[in-house]
């Protein structure tokens, strides 16, 4: 159950982080 | 791309592991897969302050932004790696020792290690100039990290504390089952990565940022 939280946790985060860096990217090409 | 679903599947795996490979401590029971967090950040929180004391040198000696937002940007992780550590401490201090807060030494010194930092980041938000905010704060964190051994590894072992120390203790040898061991170094190198992955995202923001103001002012 905890594990299964924590790695629910983890993977919104990473999925959150990497669309943050892919919006990072965009805004630099401009 | 590799290198991220590579750090995604590391941490997946040892903290699978450290739950379903790994043994409980008889006294801590379950409450013992709190450390694979807590101790993570808690060194992570170590490397950040590091980073962040490294690039104000280098901003003092070189005065490039570039050194002053690793600087910004590492003391901002560190405070949130920081914090992760202080609540994971706090809920575990809440299962072994009754309380969420008890004022112990080590709950204590990194309650003002808290502070400190975020000074560091009041001052950061106080000042306008950008030459004169990223002086002022290189100076305040080169001085500040002189208190983080000082308040993360001395000041606990100076007086009694309710905290075990298994790994860095007066015996010399780590007190810990070696699965326990392997789960936590390897996800304090997941946390390293994710720091400077967090790091890199963060600089490249401030740099945008910069530009961004740099275009403002001269439209204006």
Do not use: Q
């Amino acid at each position: 159950m905890v594990l299964g939280v924590a790695l629910l946790v983890w993977g919104l985060l990473f999925v959150y982080v990497l669309r943050l860096e892919r919006r990072i990217r965009d805004l630099e090409k401009r | 791309m590799i290198a991220r679903v590579a750090l995604f599947v590391w941490i997946v795996a040892w903290l699978a592991l450290g739950f379903l490979w790994a043994p409980l401590v008889p006294v801590l029971d379950a409450t013992t897969r709190v450390f694979y967090f807590h101790f993570p950040a808690a060194m992570v929180t170590c490397i950040a302050l590091a980073w962040s004391m490294l690039h104000s040198a280098l901003y003092l000696k070189r005065r490039d932004f570039v050194h002053d937002d690793h600087a910004a940007a590492s003391a901002e992780l560190g405070l949130l790696f920081c914090l992760v550590a202080t609540i994971s401490g706090s809920l575990w201090a809440k299962a072994m020792w009754g309380a969420y807060w008890n004022w112990d030494p080590r709950e204590t010194s990194i309650f003002f290690l808290l502070l400190i930092y975020s000074a560091y980041l009041a001052l950061r938000g106080s000042i306008d100039d950008p030459a004169r905010r990223a002086r002022l704060s290189a100076i305040y964190s080169c001085i500040a990290f002189v208190t983080v051994p000082l308040l993360i590894f001395i000041v606990p072992r100076i007086y009694f504390s309710l905290h075990p120390d298994p790994l860095f203790n007066t015996r010399g040898k780590p007190d810990m089952d070696g699965r326990i061991m392997a789960c936590a170094g390897a996800l304090v190198l997941g946390f390293t990565a994710l720091f400077f992955w967090l790091l890199s995202l963060r600089v490249r923001l401030g740099r945008l940022e910069r530009r961004r103001e740099l275009a403002l002012e001269t439209r204006v």
